[in-house]
């Protein structure tokens, strides 16, 4: 087996590998993939050293976990995290392949949100009985915010602050049932909120620090770093643009939709700057992130084998330093984000 650096998460004693797996892909994220694709794809991960693993009840409804599960169950330090705030209810009516909330064949149920104290204890607890484990280290509080819940998010919120959600989770942490818990989302602002609600070990924000965008950077990270919160990355590719590039045919992706104008063009310049140094974008995605201090992990979504693979050369990718000066000095990346080799 590969082995990969570990960092820490927040002062948990708990210790990531820095290069992870996010397992949405096998809940057949916008497309399908077959059990023993699922299985090869995980078992080509843990070889390679991904071994901490993210996957969430929403992935699929309940999928994902089954077969991130099923794979690890006789498989030793392997880091699991998944996500509470969706429950799933019995749905006989969901039969068919049709595309459910971006998943393909989800199994059959139907999801209901529930972040309150009792929903927080279910939803670990089914989880728990879905990958077949006797427990999973991180919970993450899943999609709670504006950006999912729009009009209702303040009733969510309620039901995770006075609604004792946090509460129950603090208490699952204190009695050694897991070993961490934060958010899991896609947007900056409910992140500050819950840390000053609750001391939260770890955020894997989606596609919010990338080396598109770097708004974190203003106060989250800085929040982060004086709270010993670690930050894993989730959706390090915006979903897919940073990892395609412009030049492919086909549609593009960028945070789960076509991309504005204004993002195909920054793109387009970053992958002209990496033209010129012979890097290949998405290896400049990954190890970008990496660089930051706040960082332990990043987890880019692996659908089948060979992405794993080569997305373990992507991430050992010998990348010029001048071509980080150059972003740098053409301004595609903020002027304090922290580049790799900056400390050395
Ligand atoms: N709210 C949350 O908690 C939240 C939200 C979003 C994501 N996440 C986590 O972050 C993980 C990753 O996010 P994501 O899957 O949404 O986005 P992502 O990693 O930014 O992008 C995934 C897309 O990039 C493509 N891709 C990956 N490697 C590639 C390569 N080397 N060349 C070309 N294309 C490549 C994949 O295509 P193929 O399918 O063709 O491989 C897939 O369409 C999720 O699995 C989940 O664990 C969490």
Redo the contacts with the bound molecule.
């Keep these: 087996m590969a082995t990969i650096p570990t960092r820490a998460i927040g002062t948990t004693g708990l210790a990531v590998p820095e290069l992870g797996f996010?397992?949405?892909?096998l809940g057949n994220?916008?497309?399908p993939v077959s059990d023993a694709d699922a299985r090869a794809t995980l078992d080509a991960a843990l070889d390679a050293g991904l071994r901490y693993i993210?996957?969430?009840p929403h992935?699929g409804r309940g999928l994902s976990e089954r077969r991130v599960g099923e794979a690890l169950r006789l498989v030793p330090d392997v880091v699991v995290s998944t996500?509470v705030g969706r429950l799933m209810d019995p749905d006989p009516s969901v039969t068919d392949d049709t595309e459910r909330d971006g998943f393909r064949s989800p199994m059959p149920f139907r999801m209901r949100y529930d972040y309150t104290h009792d929903g927080i204890l279910r939803s670990h607890e089914h989880s728990l009985q879905r990958l077949g484990l006797a427990h999973v280290d991180i919970l993450?509080v899943?999609?709670i915010g504006g950006l999912v819940h729009g009009a209702e998010a303040g009733r969510y919120w309620e039901q995770l602050t006075t609604g004792g959600g946090l509460r129950a989770l603090e208490r699952l942490r204190d009695e050694g049932t897991i070993r961490a818990f934060g958010l899991?989302?896609?947007e900056i602002a409910v992140c500050l909120d819950a840390m000053r609600e609750a001391r939260l070990d770890v955020i894997?924000l989606?596609?919010r620090y990338t080396l598109l965008e770097q708004h974190a950077l203003d106060a989250l990270l800085p929040a982060c770093a004086d709270a010993g919160t670690s930050i894993v990355v989730?959706?390090?590719?915006?979903?897919?643009i940073?990892?395609?590039g412009t030049k492919r045919g086909g549609p593009l992706?960028y945070d789960?939709g076509p991309p504005p104008e204004d993002i195909v063009a920054r793109v387009r310049g970053i992958e002209a700057v990496a033209d010129r140094h012979g890097v290949t974008l998405?290896a400049a995605a990954l190890q970008f992130v990496l660089a930051h201090p706040q960082v332990a992990s990043v987890?880019?979504?692996?659908?089948?084998p060979q992405?794993v693979a080569?997305?373990v050369d992507?991430y050992r990718e010998s990348v010029p330093a001048d071509f980080w000066a150059e972003l740098r000095r053409e301004r595609l990346v903020r002027e304090d984000a922290p580049l790799p080799g900056d400390a050395a």
Excluded at 22 to 25: Q, T
Excluded at 234 to 240: D, F, K, T, V
Excluded at 299 to 304: A, D, E, H, S
């Design positions: 996010g397992a949405a892909s994220l916008y497309q993210d996957t969430a992935y996500k993450y899943h999609d899991g989302v896609n894997l989606a596609g989730g959706g390090p590719y915006n979903s897919g940073l990892a395609t992706h789960y998405p987890i880019p979504g692996l659908g089948n992405r080569q997305t992507l």
